[in-house]
């Protein structure tokens, strides 16, 4: 066994103490030279490599937002899709200064019409709609639309098809709506609606109904919880409107 103190180094590769002395600077600056440089070079690696991983960050980060943007209400190009809110308080919706000051306050049931059959094409305005269901005696200037089947007769009469129920469930409504036909709904509510109210559902998805809603609360979605307490409130009516 070689002893450690009797083993000497290869020739050539052994440098005097004094040339250390005297180039100790040199050789510290050369070192610092050669760090600074190599510290660049990895710097611009870390940069691309930081560049890249953010890019793909990035990538998979709006691909899972538009994942969840994409929620399934509803399809393109249909009623449900081209369905457009109308404001009851909109002078526009009426024909005189008096049928806005006065109708606008129970003008859901007929804004709710409307809406649908615009959404197939029709050019109506509220008073278009209010006018009729007061003249077959469906509709109420204070109380509304006094009875359900009033909602069948006015689209009937702008020809128009009206499929009410009380039997279909939450599933139910949101499926034919996603499927591109919007569903008018009567809801009631003890704080926003207490006297009923009259909406369209135009889709839905895991966790919100998305509705049409024409009083100045303005709801575009709901929870299921707070829209089935509602719509149950009143009895789970819907009516499918379509146009023959």
């Known amino acids: 066994m070689v002893s ?10 052994v440098l005097p103490p004094s040339w250390y002395r005297r180039w100790r600077m040199l050789v510290s600056l050369g070192l610092l030279l050669m760090l600074g440089l190599a510290l660049a070079s990895q710097g611009g690696i870390v940069r691309d490599t930081f560049r890249s991983l953010t890019a793909t960050f990035s990538f998979f980060s ?16 249909t009623a449900s899709a081209r369905i457009v809110r109308v404001d009851s308080a909109s002078r526009s919706q009426y024909y005189t200064d008096y049928q806005w000051q006065v109708w606008s306050y129970s003008s859901c049931s007929g804004i709710a019409l409307e809406e649908v059959m615009n959404a197939y094409g029709r050019h109506l305005i509220a008073a278009d709609v209010l006018q009729v269901e007061l003249q077959l005696g469906v509709w109420d200037v204070q109380l509304g639309l006094l009875r359900e089947e009033g909602i069948a007769m006015t689209a009937n009469y702008f020809n128009f098809n009206a499929s009410l129920s009380h039997t279909r469930t939450l599933q139910d409504i949101i499926s034919i709506a996603n499927s591109g036909t919007p569903v008018i709904v009567s809801i009631r509510d003890s704080y926003y609606f207490p006297g009923g109210h009259i909406f369209v559902v135009r889709g839905g998805d895991s966790q919100y109904v998305y509705t049409v809603d024409s009083s100045p609360a303005n709801f575009t979605r709901m929870t299921y919880n707070m829209f089935t307490a509602m719509w149950r409130a009143n009895n789970d009516f819907s009516a499918v409107v379509t146009p023959r």
């Open 62 to 77: 709006a691909s899972s937002t538009m994942d969840l943007q994409t929620a399934p209400h509803p399809l393109p190009d």
């Open 4 to 13: 450690l103190e009797k083993a000497q180094p290869l020739p050539g590769f």
